[in-house]
């Protein structure tokens, strides 16, 4: 008896990558072979993002898509937890599930096309089935958020914060450097919240207890040689402990901090934690005791009740703190978000655009003059594209996807996954280019 074939999408964020991830391993520890195409599946699996109104469109076209490809089609993710918008535009679908229920997705694939085989007998690489190159992988420490941001309907869609046993992190973080991983990217939706919900319980790990904490699991992580990067992390007070291991090179000296504004009036209406802090002031201090340290962040124009004034102060604040690296989005209202509700005024559409631009110059005239100060320097680089003597790649301040690349020619062949040192010729406003050595 031939394996089934299961067709996979999987669209938004890296959080949502590692379920398919997760899904995928099952199917395949179940003897269910990956297939390229729709035409000529079994089924489809689609994995939905559903956080603003464009990513729910760019999902019911996938599923749309499926269903004319294919028509046996399960959908799972975010936007699964609001199954009427797909069932109202695409009746037809064979099961829909919400996000991380893994279980589910695997009960409507069995329905709709049975394993083939005793699913133990298989083999499976201990890592299980990755979606990312093979050098690098995310690792999710864990799902859902405490937070209530106004413009965000991630709780409603993933739940509250449950953090992962630290030691199970850590299992699957050995695993993925047995297996050849050399950089690790931590997330979640609130990663220096990890453990808030446990209190920080300790799990066993090597014949020692490891908190669930976000800065015991950094420790951790850096004890096992390869570049760790942290995502996702709200500016917390107790952020501030793990600058150190930056300094140190146990953890790359790389912060992603959703700062989303800088003006308090914007700041209290988005309901976001921790933006009573200090940054600037904390910002430099990092600094001080790390000076390798790079930031980036996002951040989002337009939202209700923004200012010509709030938006001033945002510029300035980019003005001093000189992030290397910053995202910008223009405020969408989202479904069900509490920022609908709070009697604000919205901004024109014209409006958001304008200053989208003049956010994005800023921010390229920042980036442009501290690239520059890069010129010279020897930097260790982590290759993702090679092509003989030539290369693409990423410094320690540069995360797979939304970051800068360092572009790269050398004497003798280069290869996908090699850590090299590159001495840096040249810069643009957003890439670093330099010679092997």
Sequence with gaps: MTAPRVSFVSLGCPKALVDSERIITRLRAEGYEIARKHDGADLVVVNTCGFLDSARDESLAAIGEAMADNGKVIVT??????????????PGVLAITGPQAYESVMAAVHEAAPPAHEPFVDLMPPQGVKLTPRHYAY?????????????CIIPALRGDLVSRPAA???RE???????????ILVISQDTSAYGVDVKYAPSLWQEREVRTKFLDLARELGEMGVWVRLHYVYPYPHVDEVIPL???????????????????AVLKNMRRPAHQEKTLERIRRWREICPDLAIRSTFIVGFPGETEEDFGELLDWMDAAKIERAGCFKYEPVAG??????????????????????????????????????????????????????????????????????HISARRPLRTGDIVT????????????????
Excluded: W
């Excluded at 001495?423 to 050595?437: N, P």
């Design 173 to 183: 973080a050995e695993r993925l450097v047995k297996a050849g991983v050399k950089e």
């Design 77 to 90: 993710g975010c936007m699964g937890a609001t199954p009427e918008l797909i069932r109202e535009k695409h």
């Design 246 to 264: 930056m300094a140190e090179g146990k953890v790359l000296p790389y912060l992603d901090i959703p700062f989303q504004h800088a003006s308090p």
């Design 168 to 170: 199970d992190v850590l």
């Design 139 to 151: 690792l999710k420490i864990s799902e859902g958020c405490n937070n209530r941001c106004s413009f």
């Design 422 to 437: 590159v001495k840096i010729d040249r810069s643009d406003a957003y890439d670093l280019f330099g010679q092997a050595v």
């Design 337 to 406: 978000a509490r920022a609908n509700e709070l009697g604000l005024d919205e901004v024109p559409e014209e409006t958001k655009t304008a200053r989208y631009d003049r956010f994005m110059a800023r921010q390229q005239a920042i980036s442009a003059s501290l690239l520059k100060k890069k010129i010279g320097r020897r930097l260790p680089v982590i290759i993702d594209e090679a092509h003989g003597t030539s290369a693409r790649g990423r410094s320690q301040f540069d995360a797979p996807e939304i970051d800068g690349a360092v």
